[in-house]
């Protein structure tokens, strides 16, 4: 959900395109939380340093992906980065953007 509803800042999750739906509700989450870590300006994986430079909401809300995983953010992620190895690699927190995100940021 922290994937999917948002604030107006420009680190957030982009905004869907569409409206969430009760039928597909899970497939939009599942998108739109892939959407989010494969955003190289949000998230980063570095195979070669073993370096995963992740968002700060990652960090302010890592407890809340318990409940999915029965450990947190770190092996959620696991799901998007296959090569990802909580074990193994180190954490950076990434700055957080938080200009607003308006149609006047669109042009930079």
């Known amino acids: 959900i922290h994937f999917a509803v948002n604030c107006a800042s420009m680190g957030c999750p982009s905004l869907a395109k569409n409206a969430y739906r009760a039928n597909t509700l899970k497939k939009q989450l599942q998108e739109a939380a892939e959407i989010f870590i494969k ?9 070669k340093s073993k370096t995963a430079y992740l968002s700060k909401i990652f960090k302010w809300y890592g407890d ?3 409940e999915m995983t029965g450990t ?10 296959p090569n ?7 954490i950076e927190w990434l700055d957080y953007d938080w200009n607003l995100n308006d149609t006047a940021s669109l042009g930079k």
Not at 39 to 47: A, H, K, L, Q, S
Not at 84 to 90: G, I, R
């Open 39 to 47: 955003n190289t300006e949000r998230n980063r994986f570095d195979n």
């Open 64 to 66: 809340d992906f318990k």
């Open 72 to 81: 947190g953010y770190k092996d959620f992620l696991k799901n998007f980065a």
């Open 84 to 90: 990802f190895s909580p074990e193994k690699w180190q």
